[in-house]
């Protein structure tokens, strides 16, 4: 008479060791898996770059048009309109480097909704990703390092129209300023894409905001060149607050994370106090499309 062997006494038992590593293991195959996800849909974003290179090329001619026009405008105005020994070139060269960075992140979900509306998304969504979130992730690290290539021509070509060089310093806390600005921008976006129906409503939502936030922002015009009322829109614009500390390093060699800024309505702002007000920005509209996503994703 046979015995039957239940498929437990098959099993090899486990050492201490392997039981361990194999609870570690997988934590790390999905971190891992994470990457490889976020690298891909990355690579997959410049690979239509590459194909339709047009937006990058466009992100870059229009602030330099904006460069040159607004300094042929203002070529003869009067000297120290803007503050002593300040040309205009040298005021504007802030506001178009930060407007630059701001118009591509607002146009970040504009890839993420077209995918909607052609049903990559939905291939995507029920794909065995380890983390959806890798779909937000990439669309983020493709913006932004389209930001940072805008940016570094945007400050090479100013300079060759009278606006200067910052220190080596200043480069760095100009990298990091439009690396929080793009990051707030492109998370509210993406937020936008998943929240509205279509792709002609947030192009209508980026074209209704997208001038009215740049003349309430000090890009054109310092603070004291405006009404009362547009002084409170200004100062409660984020974009003031990455403006007002890359203006303040093209005019200052020597800085530091106590020099002041920015001259709000109520009271001075330090360097180290617009850099928090835009982490606390960047923070907010995080916090805010975290439960959207989740509904998105579920």
């Known amino acids: 008479m046979s015995q039957s062997i239940t498929p437990t006494q098959l099993e090899p038992s486990l050492s201490p060791d392997k039981a361990i590593k194999s609870q570690i293991e997988p934590s790390n195959n999905e971190l891992g898996n994470l990457i490889q996800e976020t690298l891909a849909l990355t690579k997959r974003l410049f690979i239509q770059l590459q194909r339709r290179p047009s937006t990058l090329v466009a992100g870059i001619i229009q602030p330099f048009m904006w460069l040159v026009l607004f300094g042929a405008l203002f070529y003869n105005a009067p000297g120290g309109l803007f503050g002593e020994d300040l040309n205009y070139a040298k005021f504007?060269?802030?506001?178009?480097?930060?407007?630059?960075?701001?118009?591509?992140?607002?146009?970040?979900?504009?890839?993420v909704m077209f995918d909607?509306?052609?049903?990559?998304?939905?291939?995507?969504?029920?794909?065995?990703?380890?983390?959806?979130?890798?779909?937000?992730?990439?669309?983020?690290?493709?913006?932004?390092?389209?930001?940072?290539?805008?940016?570094?021509?945007?400050?090479v070509a100013s300079a060759f129209l009278g606006a200067g060089w910052p220190s080596l310093a200043g480069l760095s806390a100009i990298t990091l300023i439009v690396f929080l600005i793009v990051l707030g921008v492109t998370a509210l976006s993406l937020g936008l894409a998943f929240a509205l129906p279509g792709h002609i409503e947030l192009i209508a939502v980026i074209f209704v905001t997208n001038l009215p936030l740049l003349f309430a922002s000090t890009a054109l015009a310092p603070l004291s060149f405006m009404t009362k009322w547009l002084q409170i829109v200004a100062s409660l614009n984020p974009l003031t607050y990455a403006i007002e500390p890359i203006r303040y390093l093209y005019l200052n060699s020597q800085w530091g994370l106590g020099s002041p800024v920015l001259e709000s309505p109520w009271g001075t702002i330090s360097f180290s106090g617009v850099l928090l007000i835009l982490l606390a920005f960047d923070g907010l509209v995080l916090l805010t499309i975290q439960p959207l996503l989740r509904r998105r994703f579920a």
């Open 92 to 111: 504007l060269a802030p506001g178009i480097i930060v407007f630059t960075a701001f118009s591509g992140a607002l146009n970040a979900g504009l890839p």
């Open 116 to 155: 909607r509306e052609f049903g990559f998304l939905n291939r995507l969504l029920v794909a065995p990703l380890a983390s959806r979130y890798s779909i937000v992730a990439a669309s983020t690290i493709y913006i932004i390092t389209l930001s940072l290539i805008q940016t570094a021509v945007i400050v």
